[in-house]
Nanobody, 115 residues
Framework: QVQLVESGGGLVQAGGSLRLSCAVS????????MAWHRQAPGKQREFVAS???????AYAESVKGRFTISGHNANNTVDLQMNFLRPEDTAVYYC?????????WGKGTLVTVSS
């Protein structure tokens, strides 16, 4: 059974930093891509950043220059370094993984940015 476990959420003041991590276990197939999405209260879930097993990355415009995603193929983990956090970054952050056959989601970790 594939499991994604996120860690690193919490409360931080505006302008601060947090680092999220996600580990994938139980996949019989190689992970092709991993990503982070987020869902703020009352809003739809939105894409934040992604990384492929080849190292290609993509970012939402709202986080470019502030967030950095890094994937680690050897142990199927992905990190999201979040700097210069803003109150509007407050959301539940979900880890996502795709193994070429289907997608998997973590349960989410809450990030709260106070003004």
């Amino acid at each position: 059974q594939v499991q994604l476990v996120e860690s690193g959420g919490g409360l931080v003041q505006a302008g601060g930093s947090l680092r999220l991590s996600c580990a994938v276990s139980g996949s019989s197939f190689s992970i092709n891509a991993m990503a982070w999405h987020r869902q703020a209260p009352g809003k739809q879930r939105e894409f934040v950043a992604s990384v492929t097993n080849g190292g290609g990355t993509a970012y939402a415009e709202s986080v470019k220059g502030r967030f950095t995603i890094s994937g680690h193929n050897a142990n199927n983990t992905v990190d999201l370094q979040m700097n210069f956090l803003r109150p509007e970054d407050t959301a539940v952050y979900y880890c996502y993984a795709y193994n070429g056959y289907r997608a998997y989601w973590g349960k989410g970790t809450l990030v709260t940015v106070s003004s």
